[in-house]
């Protein structure tokens, strides 16, 4: 069973665009939705966090949405570069576990 | 601190031999996962020690995975024999805090 759902696969922007990618959880005891940055060789690296007590958290140019009724959780990425070119994972963990369940990844690819 | 630092960065090794992938957690981590990535099944969670304590291997695909933490900063996973359907990148990561797992670089393990 696969318990966080993520989609697209695979997501191709304009340079400058907006880059969004979306996650859907079925386990109602997630309360940590982590995403992280993999750059090909590269190991995933947390890139932003939120938890289900706020809908939205900001960095910089990357916003996650969160809808705690849909269970459904969102990475937008403002401005979209090159250099954001990756794999992007969503992820959720559970009360007291350190534990992450991983979404499949998308393939991101900002063309100039 | 150097990060997690896996050893070795890539494996080639014949159906049936031992294959030995060996961790070292970031300093002071209490967690640490062991990972496996493939195009088909993105990231897996094989197992996971809490203070050198396996707390849940339920992901181990079979009898031939076997992993240990001697101590808190060395572990290994072992795959004994080897099949070429454990070819993949198997990845090692640590935390201190919830949800937030710091990945080494990887094993690229290749088995012909």
């Known amino acids: 069973q696969q318990q966080v759902k993520q989609s697209p696969q695979s997501l191709i922007v304009q340079k400058g665009g907006i880059s969004i990618i979306n996650c859907a959880y079925e386990?109602?005891?997630?309360?940590?939705f982590p995403w992280y940055q993999q750059f090909p060789g590269k190991g995933p690296a947390l890139l932003i966090a939120?938890?289900?007590?706020?809908s939205e958290k900001k960095e910089g140019r990357f916003t996650i949405s969160f809808n705690k009724s849909a269970k459904q959780f969102s990475l937008h990425i403002m401005d979209s570069q090159p250099g954001d070119s990756a794999t992007y994972f969503c992820?959720?963990?559970?009360?007291?576990?350190?534990?992450?369940?991983f979404g499949k990844g998308t393939k991101l690819s900002v063309i100039p | 601190d150097a990060g997690v630092i896996q050893s070795p960065r890539h494996e080639v090794t014949e159906m049936g031999q031992e294959v030995t992938l060996r961790c070292k957690p970031i300093?002071?981590?209490?967690?640490l996962f062991w990972y496996r990535q493939t195009m088909m099944r993105g990231l897996e969670l094989l197992i996971y020690?809490?203070?050198?304590?396996?707390?849940?291997d339920s992901g181990m695909p079979e009898d031939r995975f076997s992993a240990k933490m001697p101590n808190a900063s060395f572990s290994t996973l072992k795959i004994q024999p080897s099949e070429p359907r454990d070819s993949a990148v198997y990845f090692c990561?640590?935390?201190?805090?919830?949800?937030?797992?710091?990945f080494g670089q990887g094993t690229r393990l290749t088995v012909v």
């Open positions: 990561a640590s935390s201190s805090t919830r949800g937030e797992a710091f």
């Open positions: 386990n109602t005891a997630f309360d940590y």
């Open positions: 939120i938890r289900p007590d706020v």
């Open positions: 992820a959720a963990s559970g009360a007291g576990s350190y534990q992450l369940t």
């Open positions: 300093s002071g981590h209490n967690s």
């Open positions: 020690f809490n203070n050198n304590v396996p707390i849940d």
